[in-house]
């Protein structure tokens, strides 16, 4: 993996956009990332995480908030990085989610994270892909680390792995787990426990099934089970070969019990056989003769009903004849009431005509019998009712016509009526509208006046907001004029006190090294070994070590004064660049605010408020009075319209005038000749002559009606009398007595029925062979026969039960041999591979006594991968620490342990200094990421990390060690390796000269490339 070019937007404390050309600085393969504390040193390895995994180390991406709070509020956070991954140039774009100002309305809405790879192909950058899930896929298996083992490999942060270094085994153990994914080796050793605890399960299970089919054939057959049997171990040997014999043996004796069973059974049950067939036959003629003696008595009962009988077979044969001829006779009496009904009806008729009839009755002939009265029949001639109807009927037309006359000339007369009120009323609305016309054109003229008065102090007013807006941002920079120069005076204040602090310090820190130098010879003096050579002359005699002087500073004082010196510097830098940003946004404020001071730009603001006072209260009123003019334009339109439609409407109300005059007085006319004609009013003679009509029609039917009924009476009289004599009847009064009704006549055929059936059947029993043999027999000994039938079924029951309960014995013990036959079947192979399951499980727990570490498998690669780190870090420290410090591990176990091989003791690695601390954990750092590194490479998943960044922690190093630690470096850079050493000691400055400096500021932090030699 090779880094090319950084873009950072709104990102952290970058709150414009900062690039990074990381090609220029990866030409001398070690580059210096520099800033004082806060600048964003962090932040830019933050931004290189995030554009690869779209996340950033450590407790920051749970933080959540990744936006520059110094970005303009529309600006959207970015990360653009362009790599090298795998061989192929790749470009990451990625924005994490934020809060934006809404286009429409106030307040903020959600962004959502996105990212876009592109890859360049033949000198254009092709699109990859837009999903973040395929992105991550992506860098997962170009780079072949995670974010954590990115982290951990490339970013080497020291402050961590000091933790690392001084952690338990518990915090070293989860560490390692989360690099190397030696998680699997957890979930193996806990499946291999979950699949013992699974195997014993079912083993038991069957087991116990084993027990139970033991347990029902012990039960069944009445014997013990075998006494060396157990199931109390799912691996234990229940004798299998034992308990199949054992089941067998219990079988057979069964069997032969069984066999003996049957044996004594087939001679019982014969016997009984004999017996039961010697009772049935006793039952059977005892029962004939009870039979015989029962059709006798009932015989002689049927002979004395048969008088009876006969007496009811003639009342039903009476019955049957008059049947087919009582529905003639309800014929003929419905025919005479309806000829009686009809009569009642003529009657009414007549009474209803009155005058009338009496009037026609002179020109009727007589149609009926004498009986009828003669005034009544001679009313009753259908053609004289004819005649009156039809004339009626003429007379009824003409007065009908009449009357809808009348009622045409009443609604013309209203009509005219209603026209004479509308013109009124249409003349009066035509002289208010007149008025009404004359007002408004006046009215519309002075509104049109007075709005383009309002529209030019419309003009004014927007005029004026525009200068108070512009006078309000005046003021602001007047008064943020005198707060900068204020600011800039205590920044220059401050400025000039660092600086003296500064040169202070510095002198100190010459002093002391002066100091020190002076007084070397004592201090290489005090490092001087009897028989060892002296690193000035190379002798090995010492006869005349210098002395050390009082108060002579050592190396740690200088360096804690160099500190200081540090320190003072980056806070001196800081000051600087607080003079230099007060002083661009002073140079900003004055430009804003034109020359003028706070209280001129106010008073010109007063001024234009006065004036946007008056000009908004002459222009509030501009609305309704626009509204009222639109209203009076309106009013005017509908005015004129309304005066047009009052005009035609009036034209059309005489048109209709002229219409009507002429229609009412050929209505008048034709009422006239109708009154003479009827001597009545048209309503009048409607009605009456409605109820004469209705009247001469209820006359007509009833007499009609009544020759159908006289008619139908005759023709059903003679053709009931023609059925009674052809059926044996006088008359038909002898019909109906002989009648019977319809249900009793059943009842007694029914009787007659079951009486001849049973008369028969008596005969036919009585005449059975079976019976006359059997009352001509002697009689048996019933209770004799019936008690030695009891005692041989006794006996044959007695052995059936025995054989049955035997039998059923034998059936179930051989169910329960097979059962416990497959119960063994299936519970061998499940027992053997719980033996297998146990004896791996307990191993991989580390329990087992042939693991001699006593550790759980994951446990054991965890230490087996710290050991690789172990030896991996001791090539990196042993350079830095002359020979002096290398790690060890403590056999079986994840404890670390630091071996001084000057005094050849182990030492924890708490007891180291500052310093010690740094070089071992950058050891330990480095030593990880070879090893992290040679596993990608190895899997053929990953790319080559051509780029490394060391995290602080070059402040506790004296010189010497430093320019081992720098050498260190400089090998990682071996093989075109780019090393990126992320640190504020200023001596780094100096030592490395391509530098990437970080530069705070109000404005957002900056990012500057510079060379130390030029």
Same mark, same amino acid.
């Given at each position: 993996?090779?880094?090319?070019?950084?873009?950072?937007?709104?990102?952290?404390?970058?709150?414009?956009?900062?690039?990074?050309?990381?090609?220029?600085?990866?030409?001398?393969?070690?580059?210096?990332?520099?800033?004082?504390?806060?600048?964003?040193?962090?932040?830019?390895?933050?931004?290189?995480?995030?554009?690869?995994?779209?996340?950033?180390?450590?407790?920051?991406?749970?933080?959540?908030?990744?936006?520059?709070?110094?970005?303009?509020?529309?600006?959207?956070?970015?990360?653009?990085?362009?790599?090298?991954?795998?061989?192929?140039?790749?470009?990451?774009?990625?924005?994490?989610?934020?809060?934006?100002?809404?286009?429409?309305?106030?307040?903020?809405?959600?962004?959502?994270?996105?990212?876009?790879?592109?890859?360049?192909?033949?000198?254009?950058?092709?699109?990859?892909?837009?999903?973040?899930?395929?992105?991550?896929?992506?860098?997962?298996?170009?780079?072949?680390?995670?974010?954590?083992?990115?982290?951990?490999?490339?970013?080497?942060?020291?402050?961590?792995?000091?933790?690392?270094?001084?952690?338990?085994?518990?915090?070293?153990?989860?560490?390692?787990?989360?690099?190397?994914?030696?998680?699997?080796?957890?979930?193996?050793?806990?499946?291999?426990?979950?699949?013992?605890?699974?195997?014993?399960?079912?083993?038991?299970?069957?087991?116990?099934?084993?027990?139970?089919?033991?347990?029902?054939?012990?039960?069944?057959?009445?014997?013990?089970?075998?006494?060396?049997?157990?199931?109390?171990?799912?691996?234990?040997?229940?004798?299998?070969?034992?308990?199949?014999?054992?089941?067998?043996?219990?079988?057979?004796?069964?069997?032969?019990?069984?066999?003996?069973?049957?044996?004594?059974?087939?001679?019982?049950?014969?016997?009984?056989?004999?017996?039961?067939?010697?009772?049935?036959?006793?039952?059977?003629?005892?029962?004939?003769?009870?039979?015989?003696?029962?059709?006798?008595?009932?015989?002689?009962?049927?002979?004395?009903?048969?008088?009876?009988?006969?007496?009811?077979?003639?009342?039903?044969?009476?019955?049957?004849?008059?049947?087919?001829?009582?529905?003639?006779?309800?014929?003929?009496?419905?025919?005479?009431?309806?000829?009686?009904?009809?009569?009642?009806?003529?009657?009414?008729?007549?009474?209803?005509?009155?005058?009338?009839?009496?009037?026609?009755?002179?020109?009727?002939?007589?149609?009926?019998?004498?009986?009828?009265?003669?005034?009544?029949?001679?009313?009753?001639?259908?053609?004289?009712?004819?005649?009156?109807?039809?004339?009626?009927? +003429?007379?009824?037309?003409?007065?009908?016509?009449?009357?809808?006359?009348?009622?045409?000339?009443?609604?013309?007369?209203?009509?005219?009526?209603?026209?004479?009120?509308?013109?009124?009323?249409?003349?009066?609305?035509?002289?208010?509208?007149?008025?009404?016309?004359?007002?408004?054109?006046?009215?519309?003229?002075?509104?049109?006046?007075?709005?383009?008065?309002?529209?030019?102090?419309?003009?004014?007013?927007?005029?004026?907001?525009?200068?108070?807006?512009?006078?309000?941002?005046?003021?602001?920079?007047?008064?943020?004029?005198?707060?900068?120069?204020?600011?800039?005076?205590?920044?220059?204040?401050?400025?000039?006190?660092?600086?003296?602090?500064?040169?202070?310090?510095?002198?100190?820190?010459?002093?002391?090294?002066?100091?020190?130098?002076?007084?070397?010879?004592?201090?290489?003096?005090?490092?001087?070994?009897?028989?060892?050579?002296?690193?000035?002359?190379?002798?090995?005699?010492?006869?005349?070590?210098?002395?050390?002087?009082?108060?002579?500073?050592?190396?740690?004082?200088?360096?804690?004064?160099?500190?200081?010196?540090?320190?003072?510097?980056?806070?001196?830098?800081?000051?600087?660049?607080?003079?230099?940003?007060?002083?661009?946004?002073?140079?900003?404020?004055?430009?804003?605010?034109?020359?003028?001071?706070?209280?001129?730009?106010?008073?010109?603001?007063?001024?234009?408020?006065?004036?946007?006072?008056?000009?908004?209260?002459?222009?509030?009123?501009?609305?309704?009075?626009?509204?009222?003019?639109?209203?009076?334009?309106?009013?005017?339109? +509908?005015?004129?319209?309304?005066?047009?439609?009052?005009?035609?409407?009036?034209?059309?109300?005489?048109?209709?005038?002229?219409?009507?005059?002429?229609?009412?007085?050929?209505?008048?006319?034709?009422?006239?000749?109708?009154?003479?004609?009827?001597?009545?009013?048209?309503?009048?003679?409607?009605?009456?002559?409605?109820?004469?009509?209705?009247?001469?029609?209820?006359?007509?039917?009833?007499?009609?009606?009544?020759?159908?009924?006289?008619?139908?009476?005759?023709?059903?009289?003679?053709?009931?009398?023609?059925?009674?004599?052809?059926?044996?009847?006088?008359?038909?009064?002898?019909?109906?007595?002989?009648?019977?009704?319809?249900?009793?006549?059943?009842?007694?055929?029914?009787?007659?029925?079951?009486?001849?059936?049973?008369?028969?059947?008596?005969?036919?029993?009585?005449?059975?062979?079976?019976?006359?043999?059997?009352?001509?027999?002697?009689?048996?000994?019933?209770?004799?026969?019936?008690?030695?039938?009891?005692?041989?079924?006794?006996?044959?029951?007695?052995?059936?039960?025995?054989?049955?309960?035997?039998?059923?014995?034998?059936?179930?013990?051989?169910?329960?041999?097979?059962?416990?036959?497959?119960?063994?079947?299936?519970?061998?192979?499940?027992?053997?591979?719980?033996?297998?399951?146990?004896?791996?499980?307990?191993?991989?727990?580390?329990?087992?006594?042939?693991?001699?570490?006593?550790?759980?498998?994951?446990?054991?690669?965890?230490?087996?991968?710290?050991?690789?780190?172990?030896?991996?870090?001791?090539?990196?420290?042993?350079?830095?620490?002359?020979?002096?410090?290398?790690?060890?591990?403590?056999?079986?176990?994840?404890?670390?342990?630091?071996?001084?091989?000057?005094?050849?003791?182990?030492?924890?690695?708490?007891?180291?200094?500052?310093?010690?601390?740094?070089?071992?954990?950058?050891?330990?750092?480095?030593?990880?990421?070879?090893?992290?590194?040679?596993?990608?490479?190895?899997?053929?998943?990953?790319?080559?990390?051509?780029?490394?960044?060391?995290?602080?922690?070059?402040?506790?190093?004296?010189?010497?060690?430093?320019?081992?630690?720098?050498?260190?470096?400089?090998?990682?850079?071996?093989?075109?390796?780019?090393?990126?050493?992320?640190?504020?000691?200023?001596?780094?400055?100096?030592?490395?000269?391509?530098?990437?400096?970080?530069?705070?500021?109000?404005?957002?932090?900056?990012?500057?490339?510079?060379?130390?030699?030029?």
């Amino acid at each position: 993996m090779r880094l090319h070019h950084l873009e950072i937007t709104a990102f952290g404390p970058f709150a414009t956009t900062v690039e990074v050309d990381l090609d220029e600085l990866a030409d001398g393969g070690l580059f210096l990332l520099c800033g004082p504390t806060g600048a964003g040193k962090s932040s830019v390895l933050d931004a290189i995480c995030f554009a690869l995994y779209g996340a950033v180390p450590g407790d920051r991406n749970a933080a959540r908030h990744l936006r520059s709070d110094q970005a303009a509020p529309d600006v959207a956070p970015r990360v653009v990085l362009e790599t090298t991954l795998s061989g192929r140039r790749f470009r990451f774009t990625r924005s994490p989610a934020w809060e934006r100002p809404k286009k429409r309305g106030e307040g903020l809405t959600s962004q959502q994270a996105s990212v876009l790879v592109q890859e360049r192909v033949e000198g254009e950058w092709m699109h990859v892909t837009g999903r973040i899930d395929d992105a991550g896929h992506l860098v997962g298996r170009l780079v072949g680390l995670t974010l954590a083992q990115f982290c951990q490999v490339v970013l080497l942060p020291q402050g961590e792995f000091q933790r690392f270094l001084r952690a338990g085994a518990e915090d070293r153990q989860r560490l390692l787990q989360s690099i190397f994914r030696t998680g699997r080796f957890g979930d193996v050793e806990r499946w291999l426990a979950e699949h013992r605890r699974a195997l014993r399960h079912e083993s038991l299970e069957l087991q116990r099934s084993v027990a139970d089919e033991v347990a029902r054939l012990s039960e069944v057959a009445g014997v013990a089970a075998p006494g060396d049997v157990r199931f109390d171990d799912p691996a234990g040997a229940p004798g299998t070969e034992a308990l199949l014999g054992w089941a067998a043996g219990v079988t057979a004796t069964a069997r032969d019990e069984a066999g003996a069973a049957s044996e004594e059974l087939e001679p019982a049950l014969a016997a009984a056989e004999a017996v039961a067939t010697d009772l049935r036959a006793a039952e059977d003629l005892a029962a004939a003769r009870e039979r015989h003696d029962a059709l006798a008595t009932r015989s002689a009962a049927l002979l004395a009903r048969e008088p009876e009988v006969a007496e009811v077979r003639q009342r039903v044969d009476a019955a049957r004849r008059a049947a087919p001829v009582r529905g003639l006779v309800a014929v003929v009496e419905r025919a005479r009431t309806t000829r009686e009904q009809a009569e009642d009806h003529l009657s009414a008729a007549l009474r209803r005509l009155g005058p009338l009839a009496a009037e026609a009755a002179g020109t009727l002939v007589l149609t009926l019998d004498d009986e009828v009265d003669p005034d009544v029949a001679a009313a009753l001639d259908p053609a004289a009712i004819r005649v009156a109807l039809a004339d009626v009927r +003429a007379r009824r037309e003409r007065s009908a016509d009449a009357v809808e006359r009348q009622r045409e000339l009443a609604g013309i007369e209203a009509a005219a009526a209603a026209r004479a009120a509308e013109r009124a009323e249409l003349a009066d609305r035509s002289r208010a509208l007149d008025e009404a016309a004359a007002r408004l054109p006046e009215q519309v003229a002075g509104l049109r006046a007075a709005l383009r008065a309002g529209s030019a102090a419309t003009a004014a007013r927007d005029a004026a907001r525009h200068r108070r807006e512009a006078a309000l941002v005046g003021s602001a920079a007047a008064e943020r004029e005198e707060s900068l120069r204020r600011t800039l005076e205590c920044a220059e204040r401050d400025l000039v006190t660092a600086r003296a602090a500064s040169q202070d310090l510095r002198q100190v820190w010459l002093d002391l090294r002066e100091q020190r130098l002076e007084g070397m010879a004592a201090e290489i003096a005090l490092d001087l070994a009897v028989g060892g050579a002296c690193p000035v002359c190379g002798s090995c005699d010492h006869p005349h070590p210098a002395p050390p002087g009082d108060d002579v500073p050592d190396a740690a004082a200088e360096r804690a004064a160099l500190r200081r010196v540090d320190d003072a510097e980056a806070l001196l830098q800081a000051h600087s660049d607080a003079v230099r940003a007060a002083a661009e946004n002073l140079a900003r404020a004055r430009e804003a605010a034109q020359g003028r001071d706070v209280a001129a730009w106010r008073a010109e603001v007063a001024e234009l408020d006065t004036l946007l006072a008056g000009l908004t209260e002459q222009v509030d009123g501009l609305g309704a009075q626009e509204v009222e003019l639109d209203l009076l334009e309106q009013r005017q339109r +509908a005015l004129a319209e309304e005066r047009g439609e009052i005009a035609e409407r009036s034209a059309a109300l005489g048109a209709t005038d002229d219409q009507d005059t002429v229609r009412r007085a050929e209505l008048v006319r034709l009422l006239a000749r109708a009154r003479a004609a009827e001597g009545l009013e048209p309503t009048a003679a409607l009605a009456a002559l409605d109820e004469a009509g209705a009247a001469w029609e209820a006359a007509l039917a009833a007499r009609l009606g009544l020759d159908r009924a006289v008619e139908h009476e005759r023709e059903s009289d003679a053709a009931a009398l023609a059925e009674a004599a052809a059926h044996g009847f006088a008359d038909l009064d002898a019909v109906v007595d002989a009648a019977v009704p319809h249900d009793e006549l059943g009842r007694l055929e029914a009787r007659l029925q079951r009486h001849d059936q049973e008369v028969v059947s008596t005969r036919e029993q009585l005449a059975d062979p079976a019976v006359l043999a059997a009352a001509a027999s002697a009689p048996v000994d019933l209770a004799r026969v019936r008690e030695v039938a009891r005692d041989a079924q006794a006996a044959a029951t007695e052995l059936r039960t025995r054989h049955d309960r035997v039998h059923r014995r034998l059936r179930r013990l051989e169910s329960l041999d097979a059962a416990l036959g497959a119960a063994l079947e299936a519970w061998e192979p499940v027992r053997a591979r719980f033996e297998v399951a146990d004896r791996v499980a307990t191993l991989a727990s580390g329990r087992s006594a042939d693991n001699r570490l006593r550790l759980g498998l994951a446990a054991y690669v965890v230490s087996w991968r710290l050991g690789q780190v172990v030896a991996a870090a001791n090539v990196r420290l042993s350079p830095t620490t002359a020979g002096r410090y290398s790690l060890e591990q403590e056999a079986g176990a994840l404890r670390l342990l630091v071996r001084d091989e000057w005094s050849g003791e182990q030492r924890d690695p708490a007891t180291l200094s500052g310093g010690e601390t740094f070089l071992v954990s950058l050891a330990l750092a480095l030593g990880l990421a070879d090893v992290v590194a040679a596993e990608s490479a190895a899997d053929g998943e990953g790319s080559d990390l051509e780029t490394l960044f060391v995290d602080e922690g070059f402040g506790s190093l004296d010189a010497e060690t430093l320019d081992d630690v720098m050498g260190t470096l400089d090998e990682l850079r071996e093989g075109g390796r780019v090393v990126g050493v992320v640190s504020h000691v200023s001596e780094l400055r100096t030592r490395i000269p391509t530098q990437l400096q970080v530069t705070p500021s109000r404005a957002g932090s900056r990012l500057r490339v510079a060379h130390a030699d030029g």
